[in-house]
């Protein structure tokens, strides 16, 4: 069974502290995706990777793939409470058309 | 990016009776999918929804109790038959678009089955 585990699981921090994310597989991602998901609302996604090594910058959000695309990162920098809300990974292996999502990273960025 | 809607966005039903959801896209794809999201937890794929041929589920799910319609290249629906208080969760249409496979999500249906 293929699994994606995001750590941590739960997040409460203050608004202007950094955060990473992480998403951790052993099997290799042929592309990897990040959403955020609030409340009432379905997951949105913030970015595709796809090379290994790849670093993405969405403006306080830094998106890096892992050199051999097994794991990735998401760092937010001065995070704001408007970043509240669950993070989820996705991956797609290679030889399959399914993404399979991670575990999820609940933050809460407190004013 | 491809706009999703889903109705109904929110229902509370009795257990044993069944609800269809619908999902309409604003422009032809290929591939369409079904995910439950179980409350505080993470998405889980119940099938793929192919036009003009039956679902694929996943493991776990059958048709029997997530029967499965993809009439055109826009719309689909996903019915939950004989509800019990297990079934309550968010429901999501997604669509995948672009050389990057990028997903993108309706904004959901939530269940109560009481």
């Known amino acids: 069974t293929q699994l994606l585990e995001q750590s941590p699981q739960f997040l409460s921090i203050q608004e202007g502290e950094n955060l990473t994310v992480y998403c951790n597989s052993s099997s290799v991602f042929s592309s990897l995706q990040w959403y955020r998901q609030e409340p009432g609302e379905g997951p949105v996604l913030l970015v595709t990777v796809v090379t290994g090594g790849e670093v993405k910058k969405l403006k306080r959000l830094t998106f890096q793939f892992g050199d051999a695309r097994k794991d990735s990162s998401l760092h937010i920098t001065a995070a704001q409470p408007g970043d509240t809300g669950l993070y989820l990974c996705?991956?797609?292996?290679?030889?399959?058309?399914?993404?399979?999502f991670g575990t999820g990273t609940r933050l809460k960025v407190l004013a | 990016s491809a706009v999703i809607s889903q109705k109904p966005s929110r229902d509370i039903c009795q257990r044993g009776t069944s609800l269809t959801i619908q999902c309409q896209v604003d422009?032809?794809?290929?591939?369409m999918f079904w995910y439950r999201q179980q409350p505080g937890q993470s998405l889980t794929l119940i099938a793929t929804?192919?036009?003009?041929?039956?679902?694929?589920?996943e493991s776990g799910f059958v048709i029997d109790k997530f029967p499965i319609s993809r009439p055109n290249l826009t719309f689909s629906t996903l019915t939950v038959s004989n509800m019990s208080p297990e079934d309550s969760s968010i429901y999501l249409c997604?669509?995948?678009?672009?050389?990057?496979?990028?997903?993108?999500f309706g904004p959901g249906t939530r269940l109560t089955v009481t």
């Open positions: 996705a991956g797609l292996f290679s030889g399959t058309y399914k993404y399979i």
């Open positions: 997604s669509v995948r678009q672009g050389p990057s496979y990028e997903q993108y």
């Open positions: 929804a192919n036009q003009g041929s039956e679902a694929t589920y």
């Open positions: 422009s032809q794809v290929t591939m």
